[in-house]
Nanobody, 118 residues
Framework: VQLVESGGGLVQAGGSLRLSCAAS????????IGWFRQAPGKEREGVSC????????YYADSVKGRFTFSSDNAKNTVYLQMNSLKPEDTAVYYC????????????WGRGTQVTVSS
C-alpha cells in the first residue's frame, strides 16, 4: 500500500491550493477516507473525511466552508480543495483510509507541506 500526497506549496493568506492523494494497493472507494494535517509541534488532526457508503463528507469546524473533499474513483485519487487559506492552516497534510472506528488504516505517506504566509 502506498499513499502519495501532492499539491502543497507556499501561498499567501486568502489564497487557494488543491491537494491530491493517490493510492496504490487498495481502492479508495472501499473505505472511508480522511485528510489529516500536522502543524509543527502539534499532534496530527483530522481535517475532513468522506464516507464510502454514501459519499457524505465531514469537515472540522476550523475548515468548514473553506475546504472541499472530492474524489475520482477512476483515478483512485482524492482531492482537498482549500480556499481562503489562513496562516493557521500551515501544516503537512496527509490522507489515509479509515478503519470502522475512524482510525488511520495504513502507514502514513510523506504528506505534502502547505505553508500560508500572512
Amino acid at each position: 500500500v502506498q499513499l502519495v500526497e501532492s499539491g502543497g506549496g507556499l501561498v499567501q493568506a486568502g489564497g487557494s491550493l488543491r491537494l491530491s492523494c493517490a493510492a496504490s494497493g487498495f481502492t479508495f472507494d472501499d473505505y472511508a477516507i480522511g485528510w489529516f494535517r500536522q502543524a509543527p509541534g502539534k499532534e496530527r488532526e483530522g481535517v475532513s473525511c468522506i464516507s464510502s457508503r454514501d459519499g457524505s463528507t465531514y469537515y472540522a469546524d476550523s475548515v468548514k466552508g473553506r475546504f472541499t473533499f472530492s474524489s475520482d474513483n477512476a483515478k483512485n485519487t482524492v482531492y482537498l480543495q482549500m480556499n481562503s487559506l489562513k496562516p493557521e492552516d500551515t501544516a503537512v497534510y496527509y490522507c489515509n483510509a479509515l478503519t470502522t472506528t475512524k482510525q488511520p488504516k495504513y502507514d502514513w505517506g510523506r504528506g505534502t507541506q502547505v505553508t500560508v504566509s500572512s
